[in-house]
């Protein structure tokens, strides 16, 4: 195999030598090894790109901390709208970030020998989206408590908020690259994506975001945990089967 691309094409060559020494195994038994593959191959390829990854992580604590600065300091107003407004952003640069999963893979053509590999195309586009949200969720998550307190959240709807993101973000990725493979190669991809993920994300930010709610009111925040969990459950089994069929559909 040959990949082809100009700043990329170390990582591509790398990608299809570690295809071709994957090629003598069975490709059942290979699920693992794919997805670590994948995984480690798009993490290298997003450490060399720490710039775009800054203004993703900026983007998203400008947004959290305009809101307070903007807004009465009131601390129980700030406290209901914190939720929502940590979630509305953490969904947006969830947003900001789908179009690089595949768009580099494909403008250099690795993604049609990614696709063509002996290796299920599931557990690749799988690696990809847990690469994917290992950069850009999982920083969210993390800075979340931190700027969770610019809303004079407490210690314990800090924590509800963080399980919560914990649970939902990683779905926001999977359900994001059923869309981003779907404009895969459209002149209007960006516009197409966000038509097409952002409704697909409601239920996602309600029980979310409700999840806090539901803390203040004295409510059980279990049921909301259990929602997203079964959300994330459902998403990780079938998204990226769509998503590699939406890629193979796009190669064809």
């Known amino acids: ?39 480690v191959r798009d993490l290298r390829i ?13 983007f998203y604590v400008i947004v959290v901390t305009l809101f307070p600065l903007a807004t009465t300091p009131e601390r129980n107003l700030l406290l209901t709208m914190g939720p929502g407004v940590l979630w509305v952003a953490a969904l947006l640069a969830s947003l900001l970030s789908l179009p690089r999963l ?14 063509l590999s002996p290796h299920p195309l599931p557990a690749l586009v799988a690696g990809k989206i847990l690469a994917h949200w290992l950069t850009t969720g999982l920083p969210v998550v993390v800075l ?34 059923i869309g981003a493979a779907l404009t895969l190669g459209l002149r209007a991809g960006g516009s197409l994506l966000a038509l097409l993920v952002l409704p697909l994300y409601i ?13 203040r009111a004295g409510l ?15 998403a990780i089994v079938g998204a ?13």
């Open 1 to 39: 195999m040959h990949a082809t691309g100009t700043e990329a094409v170390g990582v591509s060559a790398s990608a299809s030598e570690a295809v071709d020494r994957a090629a003598a195994g069975d490709a059942g038994g290979a699920i693992l090894p794919a997805i670590r593959w994948s995984l």
């Open 46 to 58: 997003a450490l060399r790109s720490r710039a775009e990854l800054g203004v993703q992580l900026l």
């Open 102 to 115: 595949f768009a580099g893979d494909y403008a250099d053509g690795t993604l049609e020998q990614i696709a």
């Open 144 to 177: 979340a408590p931190l700027l969770g307190l610019q809303y004079g959240m407490p210690g314990d709807a800090l924590l509800v908020l963080t399980v919560a993101l914990l649970l939902g973000t990683p779905i926001l990725s999977l359900l994001g690259a």
């Open 203 to 215: 239920p996602v930010l309600i029980f979310g975001a409700g999840s806090v709610d539901m803390w």
């Open 220 to 234: 059980a925040v279990a049921g909301n945990f259990s929602l997203l969990g079964a959300g994330l459950l459902l």
């Open 240 to 252: 990226p089967f769509a998503a590699a069929s939406a890629v193979r559909i796009a190669m064809d």
